[in-house]
């Protein structure tokens, strides 16, 4: 089973960007779907985004409204999330996932999670 580190998360005023890494280790990277989730204090975990295992299809989650961007290097086993106009919502613990499939969206089946990375917006 892949491992998943999460890494770039931290404190960032609202307007600003960040972007986020998640280094995998093990299985299979290529040929999965890998996406984010996000937990915020005292909410249910959401999806954030979706990227195909070759990475031709991308999916995100409507509220974003365009502010992130999601990618891979498969040469280097790592997905990114750009982060661009942080807004005090975003304020989440963030979670590296695999999909059990090639191409995944919201309603995928996730097997494996990364320990998470917090990203934290505000002044």
């Known amino acids: 089973q892949v491992h998943l580190v999460e890494s770039g998360g931290g404190l960032v005023q609202p307007g600003g960007s960040l972007r986020l890494s998640c280094a995998a280790s093990?299985?299979?990277?290529?040929?999965?779907?890998m996406g984010w989730f996000r937990q915020a204090p005292g909410k249910g975990r959401e999806w954030v985004s979706s990227?195909?295992?070759?990475?031709?299809?991308?999916y995100y989650a409507d509220y974003l409204k365009g502010r992130f961007t999601i990618s891979r290097d498969n040469a280097k086993n790592t997905m990114y999330l750009q982060m661009n106009s942080l807004k005090t919502e975003d304020t989440a613990v963030y979670y590296c996932?695999?999909?059990?499939?090639?191409?995944?969206?919201?309603?995928?089946?996730?097997?494996?999670w990364g320990q998470g990375t917090q990203v934290t917006v505000g002044s």
């Open positions: 990227i195909s295992g070759s990475g031709d299809m991308l």
């Open positions: 093990g299985g299979s990277f290529a040929t999965a779907a």
């Open positions: 996932v695999q999909c059990d499939q090639s191409y995944c969206a919201g309603q995928g089946r996730y097997i494996s």
